[in-house]
T-cell receptor
Framework: DSGVTQTPKHLITATGQRVTLRCSPRSGDLSVYWYQQSLDQGLQFLIQ???????AKGNILERFSAQQFPDLHSELNLSSLELGDSALYFCASSETSGNLYEQYFGPGTRLTVT | AQTVTQSQPEMSVQEAETVTLSCTYD???????LFWYKQPPSRQMILVIRQEAYKQQNATENRFSVNFQKAAKSFSLKISDSQLGDAAMYFC?????????FGKGTRLHILP
């Protein structure tokens, strides 16, 4: 158990809909990262937040957005969902920002778009 | 742009034997970290081992060790005394400036 929690575990929704994935980092961790793991694209970095501010951006679609709240939990919002958005979405957290600090991964949220 | 290549989509090894998973990467940066992550059927991402690029000494964690060849941009993972619990997908990853780039993964089967 990494200490990172993600809800829900599974989510099934229809195309065109909007969903919100939630992540609670390990106690004391300031940085949160979001990743998408899909069959065709593999594991991709989406976005990072550090202490409430966006720190780094990867291959995140414009239909997707994220935020980190004052209590440091983070939410990833996916809108206008397409079949290709079906994937496992991971959240990871680290103590602070920087290469030195290990990222601890949550169990993931499996999103199925039908 | 940085890339990470794992050329072996699948590998098999007999229990108790040694296996080496290959990884190459491309970067123009000098300060970076390299990782191997394990993803068992539970889908949890588990850090196996990490290597700082500025360190010449190869990292070792119990039965897991790496062969880091910086000039060749190669970062292979050796698993000694393979166990059934080692069966998983293994991802090589490159990290710089908080972004991690993952390879496509190698699925490792352990034969009893």
């Amino acid at each position: 158990d990494s200490g990172v929690t993600q809800t829900p575990k599974h989510l099934i929704t229809a195309t065109g809909q909007r969903v919100t994935l939630r992540c609670s980092p390990r106690s004391g961790d300031l940085s949160v990262y979001w990743y998408q793991q899909s069959l065709d694209q593999g594991l991709q970095f989406l976005i990072q937040y550090y202490n409430g501010e966006e720190r780094a951006k990867g291959n995140i679609l414009e239909r997707f957005s994220a935020q980190q709240f004052p209590d440091l939990h983070s939410e990833l919002n996916l809108s206008s969902l397409e079949l290709g958005d079906s994937a496992l979405y991971f959240c990871a957290s680290s103590e602070t920002s920087g290469n030195l600090y290990e990222q601890y991964f949550g169990p993931g949220t499996r999103l199925t778009v039908t | 742009a940085q890339t990470v290549t794992q050329s072996q989509p699948e590998m098999s090894v007999q229990e108790a034997e040694t296996v080496t998973l290959s990884c190459t990467y491309d970067t123009s940066e000098s300060d970076y970290y390299l990782f191997w992550y394990k993803q068992p059927p539970s889908r949890q991402m588990i850090l196996v081992i990490r290597q700082e690029a500025y360190k010449q000494q190869n990292a070792t964690e119990n039965r897991f060790s790496v062969n880091f060849q910086k000039a060749a941009k190669s970062f292979s993972l050796k698993i000694s005394d393979s166990q059934l619990g080692d069966a998983a997908m293994y991802f090589c990853a490159y990290r710089s400036d908080d972004k991690i780039i993952f390879g496509k993964g190698t699925r490792l089967h352990i034969l009893p």
